[in-house]
């Protein structure tokens, strides 16, 4: 069942997430993951949630989502992220 993977990323020094941009791509195609929203405008219709920055990936199940999370090359790009912005991260399956 293909699943979702939703970070809501806020990032005080946009410089130097991008080497975390551009090196996790490689990490997340690797595991069947794809980019369906990488930041880009937004618009809150309803409640209160506001998010800084939403991305949306998809993978082919939750299992291919774990097996990125505990990639050992992903390792370093996540302490980087949890160092560098605050997030959230939310895994979800679709129907």
Do not use: C, Q
Not at 30 to 48: C, S
């Amino acid at each position: 069942m293909t699943a979702y993977l939703i970070f809501d990323v806020d990032i005080p020094n946009p410089k130097r997430y991008e080497v975390y941009k551009r090196d996790v791509a490689k990490i997340i195609a690797r595991h069947g993951g794809e980019y369906l929203v990488r930041g880009g405008e937004f618009e809150v219709i309803d409640g209160d949630w506001h998010p800084a920055r939403l991305v949306l990936l998809r993978f082919p199940d939750r299992k291919a989502i774990h097996a990125f999370l505990d990639d050992p090359d992903y390792l370093p790009l996540r302490n980087l992220r949890k160092l560098i912005a605050k997030s959230h991260v939310i895994a979800v399956d679709g129907v």
